[in-house]
């Protein structure tokens, strides 16, 4: 069985990194909370980390104040960030900590750690590794930031939801002046839309429609 920790950083290099970008003008989805021990802005990083419930956290250990540097957890669909999100209780909370749910369209290109195709493999490890548990995801993440520190961030396949990928962005060169999408999450205008996306992956909620 490989070994499902990284090599080092001279070991890195050697190997190189496969990388994926996403274009300017791309459109991303994020829920993030407003209010709660880390609130977060449409547009913000999280820059305290690592945080144990967090998969790419880019920070380094032990825990703590890393700004700039940050993470902020995005997905190509609005399920996926609620698969990701609430994974640890399978329950759409959309009051507790005051959730958004945004929509942005990247400002710029962005140039991510593709994690969803043979690198890993190359690297050591297993695709599995992807998947398991977070201390090990965010082992590799702390060691793909220091062989590359200019990548914007990673891109995985998302351990909820099956052949969706997830996106940790660790700088926000990207983000743009405005969303394109911003309400909370438990709007009357979109709860019908929430509710059927939680649903749609056998997650519960507390939403009314």
Not at 181 to 204: E, H, K, M, Q, Y
Request: hydrophobic share 40%; proline share 10%.
């Amino acid at each position: 069985m490989p070994s499902q920790y990284p090599p080092g950083v001279d070991d890195l290099h050697r190997i190189g990194c496969e990388t994926h970008t996403l274009g300017q003008g791309t459109v991303l989805w994020r829920i993030h909370f407003t209010s709660s021990p880390h609130p977060t802005p449409w547009n913000g990083l999280r820059t305290w980390g690592p945080v144990p419930s967090s998969r790419w956290d880019p920070h380094p250990e032990p825990a703590g104040d890393y700004a700039p540097l940050g993470a902020a957890y995005l997905g190509e669909s609005v399920d996926t960030c609620l698969g990701e999100v609430f994974q640890l209780t399978r329950f759409v909370d959309v009051d507790r900590h005051a959730p958004y749910v945004t929509a942005i369209r990247t400002a710029a290109d962005v140039s991510l750690a593709d994690l969803t195709g043979p690198w890993l493999t190359r690297a050591g490890a297993s695709a599995q590794v992807a998947l398991q548990e977070k201390r090990r995801t965010g082992a590799w993440a702390r060691a793909i930031h220091a062989a590359w520190p200019d990548l914007d961030g990673v891109l995985a396949p998302s351990a909820m939801v099956g052949g969706r990928r997830v996106i940790a962005l660790w700088n926000n060169r990207a983000m743009p002046s405005s969303p394109e999408f911003s309400v909370p999450l438990n709007s009357p205008a979109i709860a019908a839309d929430v509710a059927n996306a939680a649903r749609s992956i056998g997650f519960t909620s507390n939403l009314v429609v």
